[in-house]
């Protein structure tokens, strides 16, 4: 660390990818020796055991996986219950699920074990967070309020009053990122006029670690197999509907699950909290500037329905780690520029045609247009048949192959 500066690293942010970028670095010989810390002002406590599943909860790939077994985070989180999800079926609206206008894709055809896992986003966190602490990680429980970006380093200003310095700042703060609004960084995007529900529900019938998720013309509705037998939702829908689902009672939500889902799971019974968020697409126009670099949704923010988020999120940590771990090896300081780059265009040439394919899979689904969905249903019935096709699009989600960083590759 260079004389004057407080941290080699200051990570604004200690979500699941904020998290997961200090266990990385702290985990890696090349970066072990760097001081990091980690700036979260709401810093969560791993869940109680007899605490019910959280509703916040995401499918997490095998790439992933490998990274959180990597920092030695996984044994926490499968000790809470991580839900494996071992095949998955997706129908149109107008289709029925397995049968005409459906796709199912199963681990088993791949030989994999599970295609992935539903984990709570709080056991990630908190699992993450511990073991980076572990591994002397600091985390202030501050916030962020102003940022200087100099060409030796960067100048943080805290709530609190502090001031910090580092050789480099990690922007992981959100989709609302403040830090990248504080940089100047543009971002492209819209709003779907989508709220995404979600609550967790008791299906009738076992959901056999099978994910489910229906197109409906206002949304899809996804139902995916938690650990304890319930299924965490996920219905995308109209704000004006997203309100009317969150004032039902119990009995009439489940119901309103129940018929939109078709039953597959049989009758569905609602009892716990729910919750609605906001769906959009961010794309920041850049990742870094000097001594910034920005990861998960402050760079990129995706519909859910490809259940991918955080994927891409722990995607960006890995790079960033790997991109500076080669740096910091040759003698580079933590903010070496010409590394930030290298993770911009890497993780720019991942991040952009995966978020291409899922903004299109959201617009080809939510139309009510005839032609439309019966073309939607033939090219679904025509993909189910074509084994290759599957095969090839279940190994990108499992996020084990292509431009994927090290720790995650097969
Ligand atoms: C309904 C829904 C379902 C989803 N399901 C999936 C799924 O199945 N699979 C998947 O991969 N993804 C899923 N996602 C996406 C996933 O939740 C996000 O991609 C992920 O949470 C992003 O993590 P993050 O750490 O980048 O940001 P966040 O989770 O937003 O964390 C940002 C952190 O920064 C902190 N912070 C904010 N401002 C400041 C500041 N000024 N100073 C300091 N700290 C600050 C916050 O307190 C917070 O802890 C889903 C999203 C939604 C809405």
Redesign the pocket.
């Known amino acids: 660390m260079k004389a004057g500066q407080d941290f080699d690293v200051v990570i604004?942010?200690?979500?699941?990818?904020?998290a997961a970028v200090a266990a990385l670095l702290a985990t890696q010989r090349a970066t072990a020796r760097l001081s990091i810390a980690v700036?979260?002002?709401?810093p969560v406590a791993p869940p109680l055991a007899d605490e019910p599943f959280d509703i916040r909860v995401?499918?997490v790939s095998r790439g992933s996986q490998r990274l959180l077994e990597h920092v030695g985070a996984w044994p926490a989180i499968a000790a809470r219950g991580a839900g494996p999800y071992r095949r998955m079926v997706v129908w149109d609206a107008a289709g029925s699920a397995g049968g005409e206008g459906s796709i199912s894709f199963d681990a088993a055809d791949l030989g994999e074990p599970d295609l992935g896992h539903l984990c709570e986003?709080r056991a990630i966190q908190a699992a993450l967070t511990e073991r980076a602490m572990e591994l002397g990680v600091t985390l202030l429980r501050a916030?962020?309020e102003g940022l200087e970006l100099g060409a030796e380093a960067a100048q943080l200003a805290l709530g609190d009053g502090r001031r910090l310095s580092a050789a480099l700042v990690v922007a992981?703060?959100?989709?609302d990122s403040?830090i990248r609004g504080m940089a100047g960084i543009d971002t492209k995007g819209w709003a779907y006029g989508q709220h995404?529900v979600?609550a967790n529900l008791q299906p009738a019938l076992p959901h056999g670690e099978t994910a489910y998720q229906r197109f409906l013309p206002t949304g899809p509705l996804a139902l995916l197999p938690l650990a304890d037998g319930r299924v965490s939702i996920?219905w995308s829908t109209t704000q004006a509907e997203a309100e009317s689902l969150l004032a039902l009672d119990d009995a009439a939500f489940g119901m309103r699950v129940t018929e939109a889902s078709c039953a597959v799971l049989g009758e569905l019974a609602a009892s716990g909290p729910r919750g609605a968020?906001p769906?959009r697409l961010i794309h920041a126009l850049e990742y870094t500037r000097p001594r910034l670099a920005l990861?998960?949704?402050?760079a990129h923010?995706v519909h859910?329905l490809a259940?991918?988020?955080?994927?891409l999120?722990f995607m960006d940590a890995a790079a960033l780690a790997e991109v500076l771990g080669q740096s910091v090896a040759t003698g580079a300081d933590a903010g070496d520029p010409r590394a930030l780059r290298r993770y911009e265009r890497w993780r720019k040439a991942e991040n952009l045609p995966a978020m291409a394919m899922f903004d299109g899979l959201k617009r080809l689904f939510s139309n009510s247009d005839p032609v439309l969905s019966w073309a939607r249903r033939s090219g679904l019935s025509f993909f189910d048949a074509a084994a290759p096709v599957k095969r090839l699009l279940m190994r990108r989600a499992l996020g084990t192959v292509g431009d994927v960083p090290a720790i995650m590759r097969r």
């Open positions: 604004v942010g200690g979500g699941m990818v904020g700036l979260e002002p709401r995401s499918a986003n916030n962020v992981a703060d959100g989709a403040a995404g979600v996920v968020f769906l990861v998960g949704d402050a923010a859910p259940g991918q988020g955080v994927n999120g």
